[in-house]
């Protein structure tokens, strides 16, 4: 007998985004790590996802190994996936414990503009960042049933998430429209604000020219305004994932000065490099198009 469609749907989403993951929340990481990776093998977890991914990464970077590829993409997702419950249950010695550190994080009694990207995952960076001092206010997108692939359990884990992104940074998140005021204002009061660069240019007015892959593209620079508009440093950070054993590497980059012309190119080159660094764990492959779509200058 055939499922209806929608109940393959939810029972896809229930194991995705809720059963699998959250087991790491009864076990030492070590052994959590071992349980995803594990379930990594099964090519139907995340299927639709990691091929669009894969078939998209293969227009941009050279893959041996499709297969591995794809294991090593979805143990990604499913690390991300489960440092949601993670983060809802471990302090800041599970970080100290499983991370890390590269640099340190500066202008910690002063206002900042901190960026990351959709690469590996990045929920304990904003939990670093509270545990050394500063507040954050996190900039995030709305979303609906439709866009998370029209399950009432993705789009419930979606909520829980961005609620759970909330109380890592400290402050309620920031959604449009008027993105910029609420970030001048969380500014004023001393708070970091922090979001993700890498968002399509085709969702946002703020792209401008910079060069990736070697082509003329777009990249928005919505982060680098409000900083230099409010006269704040721009600080860079992410975490990388080790396939080994699931050891974390949070890397912190900056100051920058938000006002320097160069920093649009820089950020985009960086970004670039993580790409190029663990294609697996980008997880906007199939928008790739769209950095490129409409640019037809080199940054200058």
């Known amino acids: 007998m055939r499922l209806p469609n929608w109940l393959r749907i939810e029972s896809r989403c229930l194991i995705e985004l809720y059963l699998i993951p959250a087991v790491c929340v009864l076990l ?5 790590y071992r349980w995803l990776r594990g379930w990594s093998r099964w090519s139907r ?3 639709q996802e990691w091929r669009a991914a894969l078939q998209a990464a293969q227009q941009w970077v050279t ?3 499709p297969a591995a590829w794809a294991r090593d993409y979805r143990t990604c997702r499913l690390v991300d996936h489960a440092d949601y419950w993670l983060s809802r249950t471990r302090s800041r010695g599970w970080l100290t414990r499983h991370a890390t550190t590269v640099g340190r994080w500066p202008c910690t009694e002063q206002a900042a503009v901190g960026v990351f990207f959709h690469w590996c995952a990045g929920m304990w960076g904003v939990r670093s960042l509270h545990f050394a001092g500063p507040s954050s206010a996190v900039l995030a997108g709305h979303f609906s049933k439709r866009s998370m692939g029209g399950s009432w359990l993705a789009y419930w884990y979606g909520r ?3 609620a759970e992104l909330a109380r890592a940074g400290g402050c309620p998140l920031i959604y449009a429209p008027g993105t910029l005021k609420k970030a001048e204002a969380e500014l004023a009061r001393g708070n970091w604000v922090i979001g993700t660069p890498d968002v399509p240019p085709t969702e946002t007015k703020l792209a401008q020219p910079v060069t990736l ?3 003329p593209a777009l990249f928005t620079e919505g982060l680098i305004r409000i900083a230099r508009d409010a006269g704040v440093p721009l600080v ?3 975490i990388a994932l080790d396939l080994t054993d699931g050891r974390r590497e949070l890397r912190i980059q900056g100051p920058f000065d938000a006002g320097d012309p160069a920093l649009r190119q820089r950020i985009a080159s960086y970004w670039e490099g993580l790409i190029k660094e663990k294609t697996w764990g980008f997880s906007l492959w199939p928008m790739m198009p769209a950095y490129f779509a409409g640019a037809s200058a080199p940054a200058d």
């Open 236 to 238: 860079i950070f992410t």
């Open 63 to 65: 893959i041996d190994d």
């Open 45 to 47: 977890l995340f299927s």
């Open 213 to 215: 892959f070697d082509r």
């Open 160 to 162: 829980l998430r961005l």
């Open 28 to 32: 030492p990481w070590s052994l959590g």
